[in-house]
């Protein structure tokens, strides 16, 4: 290169650029005090009781631009960092914001059921960081890029926290494998299939074959496949066809038509397919996460089998429901189909085998399944268990419940943290989510575990319709105090920060 050139057109470069950089940065980015309710991009929050991955600790943690760029211990001096820029907590917990990624918004097409600016803002509330859609219950579902587009373009400025897709697995795009690979390039984080009816008819199920093919597509783009493992065994016991029969009040009835056996037959045959996700396999790459885990005993014994055998087995992970760890069977009173939901809630003696395969690692997360519909679907008049809606209303208390309904089982902050964001995160591929460590987004959920409330009308719930979730009228304890998204303070003492801000995520 010629002097002329280095001396003039270099400068020119240089300003061109950091105009440029001033202008992205300047231009489509909302202010910080609309974003958030704290008006600084540098600061530090501290607190005596901070989880991180190597333990519990008393120190601080530095925010800047959204990032977390230190954590230190203990011997930090209050008020001192950086011009006294420190919100202190005191004793209550800070731990990485939750991931739910199981989570129905309903938006486009069902915003009656819910919606993206009610269910981030109840998110929010519950210090829930980042939801992943689930691709059905919206219309239309996402099963395609074009439809995928229509989903961020929903979401766009209703977001108050971060929000992924999943796409959906269909008969219909199963063994079409450009419309698949469309809908991975376009950004979804993986697919959802049903292994029976969804209850949604732009979403029927798939059978083992469209599940193969699926697995093949995503192996190329080493994302994962959840799968709803319930397989329709006798058709006699199914939904609808016990229309005359009058017991459909009883919660007997429904907790019959839908047998641990369906769960168990379909992971039998998910497992078979999941083979090929196996190192060295046709779908080596890919990965079969089962969601909502109802059955601890011969469903969850498949998948410990199948998990024996470590890095040598198919790639697979399970989650479980705050629902089938807080509620059991006996006691839900007939006609109140605000616990109805498919798998169904099971007897007690379930329910503290779930608790332990949780405990002890054979159930790798939680979600919150959260499917809610209009009040009037629930059918409450009738009671009938089994035409109502099935899907259980629960976002914005997941923590307080997890926490509430664990303390029996001696749950501690360092496993809520993994089960609700640390595992979450990696099957969502979010590299710089779920952990409070240098690098990672600046996602925290402040919450103080011994304070009680009630759920009660007095509660402020942000979901479309608080009535409908079997938790009203229960008492928590754990109470999130502030929740904050990439640095900003997006909840705090009950409300939420002007602008919502949350980012689309889309996988690359
Ligand atoms: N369509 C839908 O949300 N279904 C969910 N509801 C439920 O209870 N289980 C589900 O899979
Ligand atoms: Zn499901
Ligand atoms: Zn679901």
Redesign the pocket.
Known sequence: MGDVLRWRVLPMLVLLASSLVLYVRILPKKSISECSLLPYDHYWITSKRIVTPQGVINGAVEVRDGKIVSVVESDYQKGSLLGGKVVDYGNAVIMPGLIDVHA?LDEPGRVEWEGFSSGTKAAAAGGVTTLVD?P??SFPSTVSEETLRMKVEAAQKKIYVDVGFWGGLVPHNAFNTSMLEGLLHAGALGLKS?MCP???ND?PMTNSTHIKEGLYVLAKFKRPLLV?AEVVLDSKNSEGLLDDDPSYRSYATYLKSRPPSWEEAAIKDLLAVAQDTKTGGQAEGAHVHI??LSDAKASLDLIEDEKRNGPNGASISVETCPHYLAFAAEEIADGDTRF????PIRDVTNRQNLWEALIDGHIDMLSS?H?PSIPELKLFDEGDFLRA????SSLQYVLPITWTYGQKYGVSFSQIATWWSERPAKLAGQKYKGAIILGNDADFAVWEPEVEFELDENYKTYHKHPNISPYIGRRLSGKVLATFVRGNLVFSERSHAPAACGSPILAK
């Open positions: 129905h689930m059905l219950n049903f969804s209850g949604i979403f709803h969601v909502h109805k939901c498919a798998p399944d499917s809606w099935g899907g259980i």
